[in-house]
């Protein structure tokens, strides 16, 4: 069974800075997800990856097979920002093992 | 893309009673999920429900506690029977579309048990 690795578990930050959160897992996959929580429990997939980097507004996923790791950017945070952000691993037929997820605050 | 509605959106229940949340996509799927997540704790699958056979549950979680349905491919319900405080949780369902690998996940509910 796969094991997901997030860190760090919070985050405060202030507006504008650079946030990273890094995911790691200790059996090697076909595809890396990440995913927004939303205080009322609601969950929006972001990226999914199984290789190099994906860039989606100011969001930026990169993937490195070989270290079994990822890691999630937010470059220019914004409050809106503010969610757990959670890392995923596997899918299709086996369905995903999540990581505990990382509680991420921007301030103003 | 897929879009999945739940009902309900939350409930609170007292003990020992049991509760069916529908899970609606938007388009025909083959696989749907249904996965737990407990106060400060990480999402956990509870089942695998394909169209037209038996769900398939993971370790700790039995059909009798969790009876899931599968009448269709857009539609599935799963009920969480003899509720105890436990129970409270945040209840997802989440479809894999037909691109191996992609996942959409529903709104989810939020389960309160008393």
């Known amino acids: 069974k796969n094991e997901v690795e997030q860190s760090p578990q919070n985050l405060t930050a202030q507006e504008g800075e650079f946030i990273t959160i890094n995911c790691s897992y200790s059996v090697g996959i076909s595809a890396l997800h990440w995913l927004q929580q939303h205080p009322g429990g609601g969950i929006v997939s972001l990226f999914m990856?199984?290789?190099g980097k994906k860039k989606h507004g100011r969001l930026i996923a990169t993937i490195n097979i070989q270290e079994k790791h990822s890691s999630l950017h937010i470059t220019a945070s914004h409050p809106r920002d503010s969610a757990v952000y959670i890392c995923?691993?596997?899918?299709?037929?086996?369905?995903?093992?999540f990581g505990k997820g990382t509680h991420l605050i921007i301030q103003p | 893309s897929a879009v999945i509605s739940q009902k309900p959106s939350r409930d609170i229940c007292q003990r020992g009673t049991s509760l069916t949340i529908q899970c609606q996509v938007d388009s025909q799927v083959t696989m749907m999920f249904w996965y737990r997540q407990q106060p400060g704790q990480s999402l956990t699958l509870i089942a695998t429900a394909n169209q037209g056979s038996e769900a398939t549950y993971e370790s700790g979680f039995v059909i009798d506690k969790f009876p899931i349905s599968r009448p269709n491919l857009t539609f599935s319900t799963l009920t969480v029977s003899n509720m105890s405080p436990e129970d409270s949780s945040i209840y997802l369902c989440?479809?894999?579309?037909?691109?191996?690998?992609?996942?959409?996940f529903g709104p989810g509910t939020r389960l309160t048990v008393l």
């Open positions: 990856l199984s290789s």
């Open positions: 989440s479809v894999a579309a037909n691109r191996v690998n992609e996942q959409f």
């Open positions: 995923a691993v596997g899918g299709g037929a086996d369905g995903l093992t």
